[in-house]
């Protein structure tokens, strides 16, 4: 395992932290112009924020967890692909691509934002969101609550999401797809070695989509602008 108990604060360089296991991050890394890879070969949990002036990459074989009112800051693209579920605190850049083996879920409480991107592309092989019986019939704790001006999404299981007053308008359309983190990683003997982190193996993605269940979306301050994307299948959600 890697566990991270103290502040990481690089000016120039990139940040790589690789665990064969899991890799648990409880202080604060920073990279004030550069990017920042987190590589598990089981769960990353997260409870101390995450700031990279260009590009967030994470890639773990299981689950990520990042804890209540904990966030990750790209000045570019955050991509986060798991082999299992996500559960998100606070994602913040101008392009978010999430792409998960299993739910995509909110772990930051009713009505709070987590995902605040430009463009935000979605793919989980469970659900996205979730339903809330319990409560009123115009609210839902378990949806995801963003400020995004453009997504697309696929789930399997159906997608539950709010778009926060202040978000304004949500167009849904064509959303770009990968991004790749290119670090140097120290050797034991001193010596380097390039390591890319992520290689544009994510699709962009058009539209709505799921397989089971329902599609939900809740625009609470401006337009829902519904295009048909470049996929011209005149299909929008489905």
């Known amino acids: 395992d890697v566990i991270v108990n103290?502040?990481?604060?690089?000016?120039?360089?990139?940040?790589?932290?690789?665990?064969?296991?899991?890799?648990?991050?409880?202080?604060?890394?920073?990279?004030?112009?550069?990017?920042?890879?987190?590589?598990?070969?089981?769960?990353?949990?997260?409870?101390?924020?995450?700031?990279?002036?260009?590009?967030?990459?994470?890639?773990?074989?299981?689950?990520?967890?990042?804890?209540?009112?904990?966030?990750?800051?790209?000045?570019?693209?955050?991509?986060?692909?798991?082999?299992?579920?996500?559960?998100?605190?606070?994602?913040?850049?101008?392009?978010?691509?999430?792409?998960?083996?299993?739910?995509?879920?909110?772990?930051?409480?009713?009505?709070?934002?987590?995902l605040l991107a430009s463009s935000l592309r979605m793919v989980s092989n469970g659900i996205i969101g979730g339903a809330d019986l319990a409560n009123a019939a115009d609210s839902n704790a378990n949806a995801l609550d963003m400020e995004v001006g453009t997504l697309a999404a696929q789930s399997a299981r159906g997608i539950y999401l709010q778009e926060l007053a202040s978000g304004g308008d949500l167009t849904i359309g064509h959303v770009e797809g990968s991004a790749a983190v290119a670090v140097s990683q120290v050797r034991f003997n001193s010596t380097t070695t390039a390591v890319t982190a992520g290689d544009n193996d994510l699709q962009p993605l058009d539209d709505l989509e799921t397989t089971t269940g329902p599609i939900k979306v809740v625009v609470r301050g401006g337009n829902m602008i519904v295009n048909d994307a470049t996929d011209a299948d005149a299909i929008r959600v489905r």
Request: net charge negative.
């Open 6 to 114: 103290a502040t990481v604060d690089t000016t120039g360089g990139d940040q790589l932290l690789s665990a064969t296991r899991d890799l648990q991050v409880n202080a604060a890394l920073t990279s004030t112009t550069g990017s920042i890879g987190l590589l598990a070969g089981r769960d990353l949990n997260q409870t101390a924020n995450v700031t990279a002036g260009s590009d967030v990459l994470i890639d773990v074989a299981r689950n990520y967890t990042q804890s209540n009112g904990t966030s990750i800051t790209a000045g570019e693209t955050i991509q986060l692909t798991s082999g299992g579920s996500q559960r998100i605190g606070l994602l913040s850049a101008s392009h978010i691509a999430l792409d998960a083996g299993g739910d995509i879920l909110d772990n930051n409480g009713a009505n709070t934002l987590n």
